[in-house]
């Protein structure tokens, strides 16, 4: 499967209520995420999959777009509903969505 060939969605378009699965590092995710985000760092997802939700659209998102594809088309591999969020959290951040940080703060992207 190629990437362009993903689902994909625009961070600007994520509903609010959406299931979403951020993929980046433990630093990344401490300095700025979206509040009600599950973290599981890319390289534990195989081991954690159990953690990610089922019945519902999995919205995936790193940095830029990268890592969420490859976790995106795992997901997928595995009978899992799932869509790479394209531009990763810079486009979140560039679009106005909100960011915390590991305190409740507001937070950044790393």
């Given at each position: 499967m190629?990437?362009?060939?993903?689902?994909?969605?625009?961070?600007?378009a994520v509903p609010a209520d959406a299931i979403l699965l951020d993929v980046r590092e433990n630093d990344e995710w401490a300095a700025g995420h979206a509040e009600n985000a599950l973290h599981i760092p890319?390289?534990?997802?195989?081991?954690?999959?159990?953690?990610?939700?089922?019945?519902?659209?999995?919205h995936v998102v790193c940095r830029v777009g990268g890592r969420s594809a490859q976790v995106t088309q795992y997901l997928i591999a595995q009978g899992m509903d799932a869509v790479n969020v394209s531009g990763g959290m810079l486009d979140w951040e560039?679009?106005?969505r909100p960011l915390v940080d590991a305190t409740g703060a507001e937070g950044y992207v790393l």
């Amino acid at each position: 499967m190629f990437r362009s060939q993903l689902p994909a969605v625009d961070a600007a378009a994520v509903p609010a209520d959406a299931i979403l699965l951020d993929v980046r590092e433990n630093d990344e995710w401490a300095a700025g995420h979206a509040e009600n985000a599950l973290h599981i760092p890319m390289g534990e997802v195989v081991a954690r999959i159990a953690e990610v939700p089922d019945g519902g659209r999995v919205h995936v998102v790193c940095r830029v777009g990268g890592r969420s594809a490859q976790v995106t088309q795992y997901l997928i591999a595995q009978g899992m509903d799932a869509v790479n969020v394209s531009g990763g959290m810079l486009d979140w951040e560039a679009a106005g969505r909100p960011l915390v940080d590991a305190t409740g703060a507001e937070g950044y992207v790393l």
